[in-house]
Protein backbone atom coordinates (compact mmCIF):
# COMPACT_ATOMS: atom_id res chain seq x y z
CA UNK A 1 0.00 0.00 0.00
CA UNK A 2 3.05 2.61 0.78
CA UNK A 3 4.25 1.55 -2.73
CA UNK A 4 1.22 2.56 -4.27
CA UNK A 5 0.76 5.79 -2.54
CA UNK A 6 4.35 6.49 -3.98
CA UNK A 7 3.41 6.06 -7.04
CA UNK A 8 0.32 8.03 -6.69
CA UNK A 9 1.99 10.86 -4.93
CA UNK A 10 4.43 10.61 -7.90
CA UNK A 11 2.22 10.70 -10.75
CA UNK A 12 -0.56 12.62 -9.58
CA UNK A 13 0.93 14.81 -6.76
CA UNK A 14 1.97 17.16 -4.86
CA UNK A 15 -0.83 17.05 -2.17
CA UNK A 16 -1.37 19.02 0.24
CA UNK A 17 -2.31 16.98 2.87
CA UNK A 18 -4.50 13.57 3.47
CA UNK A 19 -7.53 12.66 5.17
CA UNK A 20 -8.00 9.18 6.37
CA UNK A 21 -11.28 7.34 8.36
CA UNK A 22 -10.47 4.05 10.67
CA UNK A 23 -7.99 2.14 9.25
CA UNK A 24 -7.51 4.72 6.66
CA UNK A 25 -6.72 7.57 9.25
CA UNK A 26 -4.09 4.57 10.86
CA UNK A 27 -2.83 5.12 7.32
CA UNK A 28 -2.51 8.64 6.72
CA UNK A 29 -0.85 8.66 9.90
CA UNK A 30 1.76 6.18 8.86
CA UNK A 31 2.26 7.70 5.85
CA UNK A 32 2.75 11.31 8.15
CA UNK A 33 5.15 9.30 10.02
CA UNK A 34 7.18 7.85 6.64
CA UNK A 35 6.97 11.25 4.66
CA UNK A 36 10.04 10.84 1.80
CA UNK A 37 10.73 13.33 -1.18
CA UNK A 38 8.49 11.43 -3.09
CA UNK A 39 5.21 10.82 -0.06
CA UNK A 40 5.22 14.65 0.99
CA UNK A 41 2.25 16.35 2.01
CA UNK A 42 1.40 19.30 4.67
CA UNK A 43 -0.93 18.14 7.02
CA UNK A 44 -3.65 15.32 8.06
CA UNK A 45 -6.79 14.96 9.15
CA UNK A 46 -7.89 11.87 11.23
CA UNK A 47 -11.32 10.75 12.03
CA UNK A 48 -11.81 7.43 14.22
CA UNK A 49 -8.81 5.97 14.05
CA UNK A 50 -6.51 3.80 15.91
CA UNK A 51 -3.31 4.15 16.40
CA UNK A 52 -0.62 1.85 14.48
CA UNK A 53 -0.79 -1.78 16.03
CA UNK A 54 1.33 -3.77 13.27
CA UNK A 55 4.85 -5.25 15.02
CA UNK A 56 6.60 -3.73 11.64
CA UNK A 57 5.10 -0.23 11.61
CA UNK A 58 4.29 0.38 15.41
CA UNK A 59 7.37 2.19 16.44
CA UNK A 60 6.08 4.93 13.72
CA UNK A 61 3.64 5.59 16.84
CA UNK A 62 4.56 3.97 20.36
CA UNK A 63 7.62 3.83 22.36
CA UNK A 64 7.74 0.55 22.25
CA UNK A 65 5.66 -2.44 21.85
CA UNK A 66 3.41 -2.68 24.95
CA UNK A 67 2.57 -6.28 26.97
CA UNK A 68 -1.03 -5.69 26.45
CA UNK A 69 -2.91 -3.14 24.19
CA UNK A 70 -4.98 -1.76 26.81
CA UNK A 71 -5.64 1.94 28.19
CA UNK A 72 -2.71 2.72 30.36
CA UNK A 73 -0.18 0.34 29.23
CA UNK A 74 0.04 1.94 25.69
CA UNK A 75 2.41 5.51 25.38
CA UNK A 76 2.94 7.56 22.41
CA UNK A 77 6.26 7.99 20.71
CA UNK A 78 8.53 10.92 22.59
CA UNK A 79 9.41 13.10 19.75
CA UNK A 80 5.94 14.03 18.05
CA UNK A 81 5.35 14.21 14.46
CA UNK A 82 5.87 17.89 13.30
CA UNK A 83 3.01 18.09 11.55
CA UNK A 84 -0.58 20.06 11.71
CA UNK A 85 -3.29 17.46 12.67
CA UNK A 86 -6.96 17.61 13.13
CA UNK A 87 -7.87 14.28 14.94
CA UNK A 88 -12.19 13.53 15.64
CA UNK A 89 -13.90 10.40 17.26
CA UNK A 90 -16.85 9.53 19.17
CA UNK A 91 -16.92 8.93 22.74
CA UNK A 92 -19.06 6.13 22.04
CA UNK A 93 -17.30 4.19 19.34
CA UNK A 94 -17.67 0.54 19.90
CA UNK A 95 -15.41 -0.27 16.89
CA UNK A 96 -12.30 2.16 17.70
CA UNK A 97 -11.92 2.70 21.36
CA UNK A 98 -11.88 6.11 22.09
CA UNK A 99 -8.47 5.83 23.88
CA UNK A 100 -6.66 4.69 20.83
CA UNK A 101 -7.81 7.56 19.12
CA UNK A 102 -6.71 9.72 21.76
CA UNK A 103 -3.61 8.12 21.93
CA UNK A 104 -3.16 8.54 18.08
CA UNK A 105 -3.81 12.24 18.37
CA UNK A 106 -0.98 12.82 21.03
CA UNK A 107 1.45 11.49 18.29
CA UNK A 108 1.29 14.44 16.81
CA UNK A 109 2.73 18.32 17.87
CA UNK A 110 -0.10 20.29 18.92
CA UNK A 111 -3.14 18.46 17.41
CA UNK A 112 -6.40 20.12 17.04
CA UNK A 113 -9.00 17.77 18.39
CA UNK A 114 -12.55 17.38 18.45
CA UNK A 115 -15.26 14.59 19.73
CA UNK A 116 -18.63 14.20 19.95
CA UNK A 117 -21.07 11.89 21.65
CA UNK A 118 -21.84 9.45 18.56
CA UNK A 119 -20.21 6.57 17.57
CA UNK A 120 -17.97 5.04 14.81
CA UNK A 121 -20.40 6.10 11.73
CA UNK A 122 -20.97 9.47 12.68
CA UNK A 123 -20.72 11.90 9.79
CA UNK A 124 -23.52 13.75 10.86
CA UNK A 125 -21.62 14.34 14.00
CA UNK A 126 -18.26 15.87 13.21
CA UNK A 127 -17.29 19.34 13.25
CA UNK A 128 -17.23 20.24 9.27
CA UNK A 129 -17.24 24.16 9.91
CA UNK A 130 -14.25 23.53 12.11
CA UNK A 131 -12.28 21.69 9.80
CA UNK A 132 -12.87 23.66 6.81
CA UNK A 133 -11.80 26.69 9.16
CA UNK A 134 -8.96 24.71 10.02
CA UNK A 135 -7.61 23.68 6.87
CA UNK A 136 -8.37 27.30 5.37
CA UNK A 137 -5.47 28.24 8.54
CA UNK A 138 -3.36 25.62 7.72
CA UNK A 139 -3.21 25.59 4.02
CA UNK A 140 -2.28 29.73 4.00
CA UNK A 141 -5.18 30.59 1.84
CA UNK A 142 -6.49 34.10 2.56
CA UNK A 143 -10.14 34.30 4.23
CA UNK A 144 -11.83 36.15 1.48
CA UNK A 145 -10.83 33.40 -0.59
CA UNK A 146 -12.26 30.29 1.41
CA UNK A 147 -16.01 29.87 1.61
CA UNK A 148 -16.58 27.90 5.09
CA UNK A 149 -20.47 27.42 5.04
Not at 43 to 56: L, M, N, Q, T
Not at 61 to 78: Q, S, T
Request: contains cysteine; hydrophobic residues 40%; aromatic residues 10%.
Amino acid sequence: TLGYMELVFAESGPFDGVLGFSQGGCFAAIMAALQNSTLKFRFCVIISAPYCRDSKRLELHLIEAPVDHIEGCVRPRVEPLEMPSFHVWGSTDTQIEPWRSELLSRVFKDPVVHTHTAGHWAPANWPAKELAVWLRDTIGLPSDDATVG
